[in-house]
């Protein structure tokens, strides 16, 4: 039997069928006393990371914030997901992560959401020990308990964590739309060259806009 579905993913945002992700926006990733740069020289923070935290300061996070404010006021679901391990030595982490030297512990300030867009007391936030949010939680159970088709990703970082949620979400059966500029990661082209690889994997739409759009 023929179902109906759609045959392109160029379709605006339905809001009772929508929700907003942030992926990794986290004190071990963002600020210079976080787990993942609090070892790495000064010299390296302005040299090799300096187009990283620039980006975080001026474009991401800002974008973030009214992305967070426009998706509130339309009452769309925001959601969360940290690194952060569910024991406090990390053991429960991939091997991945095991092999990075990633552990962020159980409740520690590492794997808490940046103050700048904290969420509020009733949204959700997911700890992941992976890179994919789908692969080390249950998000995929709750965003169908939510009613979620169409979820929106912006985050850290763009060629890592963010381009895993999306290919896993777009193998799942939903309409991906990513937000570039609302994303980082350590060099403008490597932000560049994801957005070329998952281009045919979801509709690719600036802050403006997608605020744009869901306003209307």
């Given at each position: ?146 009613g979620v088709r169409q979820l929106v990703l912006c985050g850290l970082v763009t060629d890592q964590c963010v381009e895993s949620a999306i290919r896993d979400a777009c193998d799942l059966g939903y309409l991906v739309t990513l937000v570039p500029d609302a994303c980082a990661t350590y060099t403008q082209e490597r932000h560049n060259n994801t957005l070329r690889a998952i281009k045919g994997y979801c ?14």
């Amino acid at each position: 039997m023929a179902h109906d579905f759609p045959t392109t993913r160029e379709i605006p945002l339905d809001p009772q069928a929508s929700a907003l992700l942030f992926i990794d926006v986290q004190n071990f990733s963002v600020r210079r006393e976080g787990g993942e740069f609090k070892d790495v020289p000064e010299a390296d923070i302005t040299g090799k990371y300096g187009y990283y935290f620039e980006r975080l300061k001026t474009t991401a996070i800002p974008n973030m914030q009214r992305l967070q404010k426009a998706f509130r006021a339309a009452g769309i679901e925001v959601l969360y997901t940290t690194i952060e391990s569910l024991t406090k030595d990390g053991r429960d982490r991939s091997l991945d992560y095991k092999i990075t030297g990633f552990n962020v512990p159980k409740g520690s300030w590492d794997g808490k959401v940046i103050d700048e867009i904290a969420p509020l007391d009733d949204e959700i936030v997911l700890p992941k020990s992976s890179s994919s949010v789908f692969v080390s939680t249950h998000i995929d159970y709750l965003l169908r308990n939510l009613g979620v088709r169409q979820l929106v990703l912006c985050g850290l970082v763009t060629d890592q964590c963010v381009e895993s949620a999306i290919r896993d979400a777009c193998d799942l059966g939903y309409l991906v739309t990513l937000v570039p500029d609302a994303c980082a990661t350590y060099t403008q082209e490597r932000h560049n060259n994801t957005l070329r690889a998952i281009k045919g994997y979801c509709r690719q739409v600036s802050t403006d806009a997608l605020i744009a759009e869901i306003s209307a």
